[in-house]
């Protein structure tokens, strides 16, 4: 009922910057908490940071100070501004919302499909 689309991966150099979007679409009541995530090849997947409706971000320790959140609720979009990149960066990028169907609805968790970056060294 809701899709999730990410955009903006990419191979980048350390040191360099790439901003990645997620649009939501369908059926769309409401939309509280957005996130990104990430996984590296054997690894679990990680929280990378979150947004509140209201705005209230939080970050993993790894990247704080060098990657910024933020959100378009008139268009449904999260957006993550990676700067200063690391070989370590690298990984499949998951965006995730809780989205509500109707007034009436409960939560709902969905999640994109993911968009590669590298970062080489």
């Not at 990676?82 to 609805?105: F, G, I, Q």
């Amino acid at each position: 009922q809701v899709q999730l689309v990410e955009s903006g991966g990419g191979l980048v150099q350390a040191g360099g910057s790439l901003r990645l979007a997620c649009a939501a679409s369908g059926i769309i009541f409401s939309i509280d908490a957005m996130a990104w995530y990430r996984q590296a090849p054997g690894k679990q997947r990680e929280l990378v940071a979150t947004i509140t409706r209201d705005d209230i971000t939080n970050y993993a320790d790894s990247v704080k100070g060098r990657f910024t959140i933020s959100r378009d609720n008139a268009k449904n979009t999260v957006y993550l501004q990676m700067n200063s990149l690391k070989p370590e960066d690298t990984a499949v990028y998951y965006c995730k919302a809780d989205v509500k169907h109707s007034r009436w609805s409960t939560w709902y968790d969905y999640w994109g499909q993911g968009t590669q970056v590298t970062v080489s060294s």
